[in-house]
């Protein structure tokens, strides 16, 4: 199915792209942009080319926990850029072992030197059981516009799981989890980035109109992901794709962290769900330019796992560790190392009904081209090592075999 659409698709891509080829890097037409707008593909049934042997590039994407228990795993191959594809594996054992890819997302390009890609997204159980796969679609690395889209599956525990079509949300990309607030409502986080963004000369015109909403945004939705709609959002300094988490305060406001070039965290807080937000400034939260992953527990502590110690950015990424609060992020505990080999990043995860704290990060992404999975409780956090008799580190997920 999925051939036939890449040879019908390039068929009708001929005529939109003739004039896009004939000339040195003419902005790209209308009708080129739009073919971003058109649903992809969700295979099932990946074929050799999405094998591990045929793989030279690994890089986390998210996973999460399904009601029944099973584990499912998302990541990126192809690379990080405009050949970026998504594939999912998934584990019934915790984590113990995995399957082979058996879902992927690789939309079909068009013709040219622009290619169409999925870089950014995340795994999500909802409150029903739902599993969501939220995904972006840009023609090239960053075309200006992007946009979310999320598949979902009412059966991941199933022998043959059942994907919807996907449809758009908004512009944009998701790489960060939802947050459930206690009133029930789902906010989403949303990131339109900036223009530097935007490599490809063709592009570098294309949606302007776009230009006072390029920030760290979040959306809303009061009916289970039926619709969603933009609260509000937050343009922070020196923001690096922001890959923005919210957690709700046991006051009651949000607190907002995003990663930045400085060297720091940015947070900022809203005292009204979201719609109007505090000046961003730098947190007391040191990282290197890297994603980080913050979480409620059911415990009320809220997880933190970054690169290194939490007063002291690295210099590069390594040293993944964990740390709790017991103060709604004011000061930390503990301090478990994941992993304390350089290139180790973009942690995310859950906690599974029994207190298991899982999480995902890649290693190495163009060289081993490693996912990994670490999984510990709170009291490994406190101790600062692997003592429980179910945490274990560096269970191996899936691993590119083409890198050499």
């Given at each position: 199915m999925k051939s036939m659409l890449r040879w019908t698709t390039a068929i009708a891509c001929a005529v939109l792209v003739t004039s896009f080829l004939r000339a040195a890097d003419p902005p790209a037409t209308k009708e080129f942009l739009d073919l971003a707008l058109q649903p992809p593909v969700i295979d099932t049934s990946p074929g050799p080319q999405y094998a591990d042997e045929a793989r030279t590039f690994n890089m986390v994407i998210g996973m999460d926990r399904t009601p029944k228990g099973r584990i499912w795993a998302c990541w990126v191959g192809g690379g990080d850029d405009q050949n970026g594809y998504f594939l999912a594996a998934s584990s019934d054992d915790d984590g113990a072992t995995w399957s082979k890819p058996r879902l992927a997302i690789d939309p079909t390009d068009p013709p040219g030197p622009i290619k169409?890609?999925?870089?950014?997204?995340?795994?999500?159980?909802?409150?029903?059981?739902?599993?969501?796969?939220?995904?972006?679609?840009?023609?090239?690395y960053f075309d200006g516009r992007d946009g979310v889209w999320a598949t979902t599956c009412e059966n991941p525990d199933a022998q043959t799981p059942v994907w919807s079509v996907p449809r758009r949300i908004w512009h944009g990309c998701t790489l960060c989890k939802p947050t459930?607030?206690?009133?029930?409502?789902?906010?989403?986080?949303?990131?339109?980035?900036?223009?530097?963004?935007?490599?490809?000369?063709?592009?570098k015109d294309a949606f302007h109109e776009l230009d006072d909403q390029r920030m760290a945004n979040l959306f809303v939705s009061v009916d289970q992901g039926k619709t969603w709609i933009r609260r509000g959002g937050v343009r922070f300094p020196h923001s690096e794709f922001d890959e923005h988490m919210t957690v709700e305060l046991n006051d009651g406001r949000l607190w907002m962290l995003a990663r930045t070039n400085t060297g720091t965290i940015a947070e900022s807080y809203s005292s009204?769900?979201?719609?109007?937000?505090?000046?961003?400034?730098?947190?007391?939260?040191?990282?290197?330019?890297?994603?980080?992953?913050?979480?409620?527990?059911?415990?009320?502590?809220l997880l933190l796992v970054k690169n290194g110690p939490v007063d002291r950015r690295l210099a590069a990424r390594s040293h993944l560790t964990a740390f709790l609060s017991d103060d709604d992020g004011k000061t930390w505990k503990g301090g478990l190392i994941l992993d304390e080999r350089a290139k180790v990043s973009y942690p995310d995860g859950f906690q599974a009904p029994d207190g298991l704290i899982h999480i995902l990060y890649d290693y190495n992404r163009s060289t081993d081209a490693e996912i990994l999975m670490a999984r510990f409780r709170e009291e490994d956090?406190?101790?600062g090592e692997f003592q429980s008799?179910?945490?274990?580190?560096?269970?191996?997920?899936?691993?590119?075999?083409?890198v050499h």
């Open positions: 169409r890609r999925t870089l950014v997204g995340n795994f999500w159980t909802d409150s029903t059981g739902r599993l969501w796969l939220f995904f972006d679609q840009s023609m090239g459930v607030l206690k009133n029930g409502e789902w906010l989403l986080p949303v990131s339109l980035w900036d223009r530097t963004k935007i490599h490809e000369p063709q592009l009204d769900g979201g719609r109007e937000w505090t000046t961003p400034q730098p947190s007391a939260i040191h990282n290197p330019s890297s994603r980080h992953f913050v979480r409620r527990l059911a415990s009320g502590r956090v406190l101790a008799s179910q945490s274990r580190a560096r269970i191996l997920v899936n691993k590119a075999g083409g």
